[in-house]
């Protein structure tokens, strides 16, 4: 970027991409959409790399190798340098499981396909499953590699019938972009995020400015501003700016909602044309320049230092000083990347590295580590490393129900049916029915056990994200989750099955009443809408009433038809993965977090508990809880080493079975 090629305000402009990204990744509300700036980076890269391959196509100068050798050369080193500390750190803080993780996403990675891996695995980019992977944001590499395999041939395709040509391709291009990502807003929000096809039109805007604007694309600013050119700047960088601060990882995305900060990227980078403008003073501070320099090791490295930090807090939700020293970290491994990895490789010969070496080096660094990724998964993880207890611990710590496969997500209407549970007497009557969602799922172990010593036979449906409540849809999933389909499925199966006297519903009631996770639980909210209404306001604010309507609407069905409710009440949440905090203890030898106490557990459930007082005033319903066996008053996580939990809400198997006995002797003793 010397001489007559370098603007100091695209640097800036690259700063205004990257801090908010750093800071929204860290939690800091203030920064709740930083996740645009990406959307920023697209545009810049976009805007500048096709103002390159205009000029070379121009001049007949343009080279498909000299244009991968120049990704090369930006892109891999310091990509593969993060990589490898990524991988040589997990062998010493990360699980088996969460090492093997790693061990895929770096080879997808290394296949620029890690937004497609990671939208296959992770899902929701704002999840809690996210918040523990340490390569989640290469997912953008990806999406500009996949772009510019092949945007280049398509340009070169059609150079020869001139500038006009180009134009028109790329707009054309870009729009059926933009109306696939808007059609996929609501309908795919998963692949819409992350699918190339659907941010195409981001780097489409930027190169369309670039094609626009001629040669003069990639020229130093010249000189005669206009009031139109300044106020430009100042919309652009209030569009990023406001984006940035009035954002929520609730809002659908990127759709209409990224053309905000596209289009101030735009105004800016148009703005910037011309020297000595208001915003271009502001971008061109030195402060600002210097991050744009760093900005790409700083967005490499920003993110597992992040995720490092939140594996050895034992917390998805980072402290102040946490986020503090996290940035600190960031920015100075980002600008030791860049200074003694970034530069020096896109040197050129004779000062440099010549091209054959550059190819040569990037084919023996991705093989070296596609090697490690490759152990990493035939090893499982490499448990040879953790010491035997503390592995063994760990790993039933986080044993599914083997319950799970059979009575998980099954309609009574499907082929099977519903799973049977309890006494296994071929002529014995059915009589209990225990229905719910993925915590129904985690006690069952335990009622089936209780079941069988007693004698009794029954059914179980669970359902993940799915609370037994007639009538109500989950707005924040996609369509096809089916909530209200399956329990209304359910509910006939009921009325129709004489043989069942008892129905037991338990499910995680706190987040379905509050639709907001535990403290220290990152993720986005429960959001209920009615099955009359499903396309009413999305908003987590009016789950209470309508969960309040649908618990009495299927408490009163179910006693119409002349059986018994129980309900078994929320386990009190954690807000931190226990099986991964017992395993940071013992093998990294960090301190166990704090969990919640008695009154912080009943606090959080005591809207629900609110909700079903007239219910059991009434005689209607009897309700069993756990939550005074576990907190006393503090909430217990682990008995004698055996861990409580197998993530931060759901029981292990082992606490399914020491406590659910006790659980359904009370639900079951008569009044």
Known sequence: MAGTLYRRDIDGLRALAV??????HAGLSWFSGGFVGVDVFFVISGYLITGILARELASGQFSILRFYERRA???LP???????????????????????GLGKSTGATL??????????????????????????????LAVEEQFYIAFPLILWAVASRGRGAMIALVAVLSALSFALSVWATPRLPGPNFYFALTRAWELGLGALLALMAGTRAQEAPVTGRSMVRDAAGLIGL???VGSVVFYDPLMPFPGMAA???????????WSGAIAGGPAGRILSWAPFVWIGLISYSLYLWHWPVQVMFRVLGNSVDLSFSGIAVSVVAALLLGWLS??????????????????AAIFGMSFAGGTVLAAISAAVLLTQGMPWRIPAPTLTAYSDAIQLSPLRDACMGHSPDEKGGLCRIGAEISDMPSTVLVWGDSHADALLPGVEEWMSQNRLSGYASAKVGCPPLLGLTRADLRPNHGCNAHNEAVMAFLERTDSIKTVVLHARWTIAVEGVRAPGELGTPFVFASQDDPSGPASYEQNHDLVAAALHKTVKRIRASGRKVIIIDSVPEIGWSVPQALF???????????APDLKAAEARNHRFRALVEPLLAKGHVRLVSLTEDLCTPICKVEIDGNALYRDDDHLSLWAARAFAPGLMDKAFTPL
């Open 238 to 240: 209030a569009l990023i």
């Open 111 to 140: 296949l620029f396909a890690s937004n497609m891996w990671f939208w296959r695995t992770a899902g929701d980019y704002f999840g809690n499953a996210s918040e523990l992977e340490p390569l989640l944001h290469t997912w953008s």
């Open 338 to 355: 860049w200074r003694y990895i970034e530069r020096p490789f896109r040197r050129p010969a004779p000062n440099g590295f010549g091209r």
């Open 584 to 594: 940071s203890t013992r093998y990294v030898g960090v301190g166990m977090p704090t």
């Open 78 to 100: 310091a990509l593969f340098a993060m990589l490898a500390v990524c991988l040589i750190g997990g062998y010493f803080i990360l699980t088996p499981e969460m090492l093997k």
């Open 259 to 269: 053309i905000p900060p596209c289009l101030g990227t735009v105004l800016i980078l």
């Open 19 to 24: 801090v908010p990204v750093v800071l929204g």
């Open 73 to 75: 050369r930006r892109i």
